[in-house]
């Protein structure tokens, strides 16, 4: 959907995608020639019984960056890094109403490796009047509407024109939720 009405109006989207969707039939191929990066995240207990792969998906982010530098394209991140439940939202404790806690990892490593070279950045908000479709509503044409909002937001820096520590980047992030986090009232009305 984000391709469809981005197409034409901003330099092609490239999306940082989890590692076991190169798997899915067609998608993952296309994905993989089109050179998406793939991530490969790893638990807590998992890296620490393997600590030489800890920041490894920060190397990945930052290889990506780079060669994203050299070809004009839009770089997607998801900041929840994940779908939402309820379950979710609950164990996390968000202090959102519609959202989860937003992470600001892959956001830094974006604004440290292409922070004097980004236009915008785009606060995409996506809503399903109704409940959220699964994949297989939407390969199949069963979304009856979709609401979409986007905002362009300036890339944020510190005065000097630096981008933003790790504490300037999440609280820009905090303040971007609350925003989002209403207007999620505005676009169920």
């Known amino acids: 959907m984000l391709q469809y009405l981005c197409n034409k109006r901003i330099p092609f989207l490239k999306f940082f995608l989890k590692s076991q969707l190169i798997w899915v039939p067609l998608l993952g191929l296309a994905w993989w020639a089109l050179d998406f990066p793939f991530m490969k995240r790893y638990s807590k207990e998992f890296l620490e019984r393997h600590p030489e792969l800890r920041g ?3 190397e990945v982010t930052r290889r990506a960056c780079e060669k994203f530098a050299e070809l004009p394209v839009s770089v997607m ?6 779908r ?8 996390q404790g968000s202090p959102y109403r519609h959202l989860l806690k937003p992470k600001a990892g892959g956001m830094m490593t974006a604004l440290d490796v292409l922070g004097d070279r ?7 908000t ?6 959220v479709p699964s994949f ?12 979409v909002h ?7 820096a510190t005065g000097d024109g630096q981008p933003l ?20 009232k505005q676009l169920g009305s």
Do not use: M, S
């Open 136 to 147: 297989v509503d939407v390969l199949c044409g069963r979304v009856p509407e979709v609401r």
């Open 165 to 184: 520590a790790v504490t300037g980047v999440q609280a820009w992030l905090a303040e971007l939720w609350q925003a989002k986090d209403a207007r999620f």
């Open 126 to 131: 996506i809503f399903y009047p109704g409940r």
């Open 118 to 124: 980004l236009d915008a950045v785009l606060d995409v």
């Open 56 to 58: 490894k998906d920060v």
């Open 77 to 82: 991140n998801f900041v929840e890094g994940t």
């Open 150 to 156: 986007i905002d362009r937001q300036p890339v944020p």
């Open 84 to 91: 939402f439940t309820p379950a979710k939202h609950e164990a």
